[in-house]
Nanobody
Framework: QVQLVESGGGLVQAGGSLRLSCVAS????????MGWFRQAPGKERAFVAA????????YYAESVKGRFTISRDNAKNTVYLQMNSLKPEDTAVYYC????????????????WGQGTQVTVSS
């Protein structure tokens, strides 16, 4: 069973930056896409960004485009989310996940999830 472990969350002031990491362990043979999602209190889990295994394809939610960057280092079995120009509305629990497919953008197409890491942006 593949496991995903996230880190890098914390408290940051508006306009600041954070870099989230997601390390995959276990039998990581999959070439499926990886994604980042977030869930704020009282809201459903929402798509943030996705990346294909070879990093040729990336896609971002409109709300984070130009501010967030998803990347990966396959040698380290790690996916990153660089978050710049953070806003209070970015406050949420952030999850990394692996999809069932080579390319996927919907939460329903992701089957392996990390435990989540809290990101809090103060005004």
């Amino acid at each position: 069973q593949v496991q995903l472990v996230e880190s890098g969350g914390g408290l940051v002031q508006a306009g600041g930056s954070l870099r989230l990491s997601c390390v995959a362990s276990g039998r990581t043979f999959s070439s499926n896409s990886m994604g980042w999602f977030r869930q704020a209190p009282g809201k459903e889990r929402a798509f943030v960004a996705a990346i294909s295994w070879n990093a040729e394809n990336t896609y971002y939610a409109e709300s984070v485009k130009g501010r967030f960057t998803i990347s990966r280092d396959n040698a380290k079995n790690t996916v990153y989310l660089q978050m710049n120009s953070l806003k209070p509305e970015d406050t949420a629990v952030y999850y990394c996940a692996r999809s069932y497919f080579a390319w996927a953008l919907s939460v329903k197409d992701y089957g392996v999830w990390g435990q989540g890491t809290q990101v809090t942006v103060s005004s």
